[in-house]
C-alpha cells in the first residue's frame, strides 16, 4: 500500500497539453477515482502513473519516491486495462501467473498464490480456459486476478466496467468496491460515467481538459460543484444554470419543483416555467421547459419524483420554485463557484461589487446581481436566514420580505 | 394525389424502368464484376491446369502432338529417373531451409522495423527493394556477383584474409556451394513479402497486451518470446504458406543462377519439368513431374491453413 502524487504534471503532445499541472495526492488505501469527458486527459495522466508515459514535466511519487525515470515493472503497480489486456493465447493460469513469472517467483509460491487469487475472485473452474471462452464479467475477474498476484502498492484500473452491459456493470461495480475494500490497497480508477465515479470513490476528481477542476468526495462533487464544469458533468440530468447578470445560478433539477412543493421557510427562488415536454420514467417525471432569461429564453429540466402528483401540461407555464440552500452560484467569466454565505445579521452592510467577483471571494452570492439588470424571471420569498443576502438589494428576481 | 402524380408512379412499375435499376441487384451485379477475373483464371490457370494433369498420362511430345493414353506409365518412368529424385529432395531442402531463414530473418528485421530511428524509411525501401525488382533482374545482378572469375563476394574475401589473394570459390560451380547460393537469392528475394506481412501482423496485436505484460514485469525477452511471437503466429503461417508455395514452384533463380548444374545438382522439380518438357519436348514426363507437385501442394496449404485457424487470437 502507498500514497500516489502527482505534482505539476505536464504532458504535451504536439503542442496540446493532454495533462496540464495536475497535483493530485491520494490517501494511504484510498479509491480515488479521475472522472471527465474523453479527452480530458484522464488515462494520459493515469498512464504517466503506470510509467507506460513519460511525462513533459512535473513528478509522479509512489510510495514518497519519485518514480518518473523507473519503467513500469519497476514501479509495483498493477493496472486493468479496458479491454482487460489478458494474453489471449494463455489459459486463465498462465495468465495469473505471468506477473509471478517475470518476478521469478518459484514454483509451488506461485501455484499458492494462483489458488489464492482465484478463490478471491471465485474463478478457479475457469483456470483451464482460454480467454476467449469467457464472459466479460469472467474476464474482468482473471484481469483482476492477474493484478492481485503481484502485491501491487497501487492498483490503477482504466475504464475496466466500460466493456460490460448495463446490468453486469452495476453488479461489476459493487463486487469491485468490495474487492478494493477487502485488499485495502491504494487505487486510481479512470472513468467517464459518474455513476461509477460515485459509487466507487473515496474522493472524485473532475478533470475538464487536463485540469483538475475539483476534487472531492462524491457528497461535495455532487452538492458542491466547484464549476460549472462540474456542475453539468456530475448529475444527471446535469444541474440547470441560468445566467444572471454577472453571476450564473444553478440549481438541480430535483430541486426544482411546483411551488406549493418547496417550503417558504428558508427562502426560495419562485420561476415561471414554461412547460414544453414532459417524459414519464416511472419513478421520476422529467420536465423540460424554459423560463425567461437574459437573452430570451433559457431551457431548464425538472424532475419530480412520483411523489409529486401535480398536474404538468406542456405548453402551459406553471410557478416552480427552487429552496435558496439548494441555490449555487457561479463567476459568470470564470465558471468558479461564489460560495453564498448566509445572512449573519439582519442590520449587516453589504458591498455591491463594481466588478465581477472572483472566485475566492466569499461575497453573499446575491450582492453579485448588479442594480438595475431587469429580468422578471421570478421571485424570491421572505425567508430566515439562508436566504441571500441580496434580497433586499437586487432588484429582480429577488423580492425582499424584509 | 394529383392525377399526372399519380400516372408518373404508375409509370415507374414498367419494365423498362425497372430494368434501369438492374444493376443495383447484388445478384446481377455481382457475377457481372467477377467475370473478367474468372474468364482469367480458367483461361491461364484452369486450362493449363487440365491439359497438363491429360499430357501426364500420355506419352505425347513436340514431335508426336498426339494425346495416347499411357496410364501411369509416364510417371513410372518419372520416378525411376534420379535426376527427378535430385530435383525433388532439392525442392524440399531448397523450399525448407530458405523458408527457415526467411521467417527468422523477417521475424527480426519487422522488430527492428517497428521500432522508430532515424532513416527508418530509408532502411524500409531498402529492405523491400528485392520485392520490387523483377525476379529475373534480380537474379542476373546475382549471377554476377557470384561470377567463378570476378566476384565481388570472392574479392572482399580475399581481402579480408579469408581466400588467398586470386582466390576464387566457384560459388556456382560447386554442387553444394551452387545450392547454398540459390537459397541465398531465394532467401533475399522472399524476406521483403514475409516482413511486411509480419509489419502488418504486428500492428495486430492490441497495445494494452503489450503494455499489460510490461507492466506485469516482462522484460524485453519475456515479452518478444512469451507474447509478441506466440501472437504473431497466425501470421508467421501465412506468411510460411506464401514462401513455402513461391518457393516450392519456382525455377527462375535456379534457371537463371546455375542452369540447374552442375550436372543436375540444383535442379528443382519446376526446373526439371521446364527441361523435360519444354526443352526436351517431352511434354508428357513434362507435365507428369509438375503435376506430382499438386497434391503436395494442395496437403502443404490445407495444413499450415488448419494451424493457422488453430492459433487464432481474440
Redesign the interface.
Known amino acids: 500500500m502507498a500514497v500516489v502524487e502527482t505534482r505539476e504534471l505536464r504532458k504535451v503532445f504536439s503542442d496540446t497539453p493532454a495533462v496540464d499541472g495536475i497535483d493530485l495526492r491520494t490517501e494511504e488505501g484510498e479509491y480515488l477515482v479521475l472522472l471527465g469527458p474523453s479527452g480530458c486527459g484522464k488515462t494520459t495522466l493515469l498512464r504517466m502513473i503506470?510509467?507506460?508515459e513519460r511525462p513533459t514535466a512535473g513528478q509522479v511519487l509512489i510510495g514518497g519516491e519519485v518514480v518518473n525515470d523507473l519503467?513500469?515493472?519497476a514501479r509495483r503497480?498493477?493496472?486493468v486495462?479496458?479491454?482487460y489486456?489478458?494474453?489471449?493465447?494463455k489459459t486463465v493460469r498462465a495468465n495469473i501467473a505471468?506477473?509471478l513469472?517475470?518476478?521469478g517467483v518459484p514454483k509451488e509460491e506461485r501455484e499458492e498464490k494462483i489458488r489464492w487469487a482465484s478463490a478471491l475472485l471465485e474463478i478457479e473452474p475457469l483456470l483451464g480456459q482460454?480467454?476467449?471462452q469467457l464472459s466479460g464479467g469472467e474476464r474482468q475477474r482473471v484481469a483482476l486476478a492477474?493484478a492481485l498476484v503481484?502485491d501491487p502498492q497501487v492498483f490503477l484500473l482504466d475504464e475496466p466496467l466500460s466493456n460490460l452491459d448495463a446490468k453486469l456493470r452495476a453488479l461489476a461495480r459493487e463486487e469491485l468496491k468490495e474487492f478494493q475494500r477487502r485488499v485495502g490497497t491504494t487505487t486510481v480508477y479512470v472513468t467517464h460515467d459518474q455513476v461509477e465515479a460515485m459509487g466507487l470513490g473515496d474522493r472524485i476528481a473532475v478533470l475538464n481538459k487536463g485540469k483538475v477542476q475539483q476534487l472531492g468526495t462524491p457528497w461535495e462533487i455532487y452538492h458542491h460543484p466547484a464549476t460549472t464544469f462540474v456542475a453539468t458533468f456530475v448529475g444527471s440530468p446535469p444541474m440547470n444554470l441560468i445566467e444572471r447578470g454577472d453571476y450564473v445560478l444553478g440549481f438541480r433539477p430535483e430541486h426544482f419543483l411546483p411551488e406549493d412543493q418547496v417550503a417558504e421557510r428558508g427562502g426560495r427562488m419562485l420561476l415561471d416555467l414554461r412547460v414544453e415536454r414532459v417524459e414519464y420514467l416511472g419513478s421520476d417525471r422529467f420536465v423540460y421547459g424554459t423560463i425567461p432569461g437574459v437573452s430570451g429564453h433559457d431551457k431548464v429540466i425538472a424532475r419530480l419524483p412520483f411523489t409529486v402528483t401535480a398536474k404538468i401540461d406542456e405548453g402551459v407555464v406553471n410557478r416552480f420554485a427552487v429552496a435558496s440552500a439548494n441555490l449555487h452560484h457561479y463567476s459568470k467569466d470564470t465558471g468558479r463557484r461564489i460560495e453564498s454565505q448566509p445572512l449573519a445579521g439582519a442590520g449587516r452592510e453589504f458591498r455591491r461589487p463594481e466588478s465581477p467577483p472572483s472566485a475566492q471571494s466569499a461575497q453573499p452570492a446575491g450582492s453579485a446581481e448588479p442594480a438595475g439588470s431587469t429580468q422578471p424571471a421570478g421571485s424570491v420569498e421572505p425567508g430566515s436566514a439562508a436566504a441571500p443576502e441580496a434580497a433586499g438589494a437586487a432588484s429582480t428576481p429577488w423580492e425582499s420580505g424584509t | 394525389m394529383t392525377a399526372t402524380q399519380t400516372r408518373e408512379v404508375l409509370a415507374d412499375t414498367t419494365p423498362q424502368r425497372r430494368s434501369r435499376y438492374l444493376l443495383d441487384r447484388e445478384g446481377v451485379l455481382g457475377p457481372l464484376l467477377l467475370l473478367p477475373a474468372v474468364i482469367y483464371l480458367l483461361a491461364l490457370v484452369g486450362l493449363p491446369l487440365v491439359t497438363a494433369i491429360l499430357y501426364s498420362f500420355t506419352d505425347i511430345t513436340t514431335g508426336r502432338p498426339v494425346l495416347h493414353y499411357v496410364g501411369l506409365d509416364t510417371f513410372r518412368a518419372v520416378v525411376a529417373d534420379p535426376v527427378f529424385r535430385t530435383a525433388l529432395r532439392n525442392t524440399i531442402v531448397f523450399t525448407v531451409i530458405s523458408q527457415v531463414l526467411v521467417v527468422v530473418l523477417a521475424t527480426i528485421l519487422a522488430f527492428a522495423l517497428r521500432a522508430d530511428f532515424r532513416g527508418k524509411w530509408i532502411a524500409r525501401f531498402l529492405i523491400l527493394l528485392p520485392w520490387a525488382t523483377p525476379i529475373a533482374l534480380g537474379t542476373i545482378a546475382w549471377l554476377w556477383m557470384l561470377d567463378s572469375l570476378f566476384s565481388p563476394i570472392d574479392w572482399v574475401l580475399a581481402h579480408i584474409g579469408l581466400l588467398p589473394p586470386d582466390g576464387h570459390m566457384y560459388w556456382l560451380g560447386k554442387p553444394d556451394l551452387a545450392m547454398a547460393s540459390i537459397i541465398g537469392v531465394q532467401v533475399w528475394r522472399m524476406l521483403p513479402l514475409a516482413t511486411v506481412i509480419l509489419l502488418a501482423g504486428m500492428t495486430s496485436i492490441?497495445q494494452?497486451?503489450k503494455?499489460?505484460?510490461?507492466?506485469?514485469?516482462?522484460?524485453f525477452w519475456?515479452r518478444l518470446f512469451?507474447?509478441e511471437i506466440?501472437?504473431l503466429?497466425p501470421i508467421t503461417s501465412v506468411a510460411v504458406l506464401f514462401g513455402v508455395v513461391f518457393t516450392f514452384t519456382d525455377m527462375t533463380v535456379v534457371y537463371v543462377l546455375t542452369g540447374g548444374g552442375p550436372q543436375n545438382a540444383t535442379q528443382v522439380l519446376a526446373s526439371w519439368a521446364f527441361y523435360q518438357g519444354i526443352n526436351g519436348g517431352s511434354l508428357g514426363q513434362g507435365a507428369a513431374v509438375a503435376v506430382f507437385m499438386f497434391p503436395v501442394l494442395v496437403g502443404l496449404a490445407a495444413l499450415i491453413l488448419r494451424l493457422a485457424s488453430r492459433?487464432?487470437?481474440?
Open positions: 503506470a510509467g507506460l519503467p513500469p515493472r503497480i498493477a493496472m486495462f479496458q479491454s489486456a489478458l494474453y489471449p493465447h505471468f506477473p513469472a517475470a518476478r482460454k480467454p476467449r492477474r503481484r | 492490441p494494452e497486451v503494455e499489460a505484460a510490461e507492466i506485469d514485469g516482462a522484460g519475456r512469451g507474447i506466440p501472437l503466429l492459433v487464432e487470437v481474440s
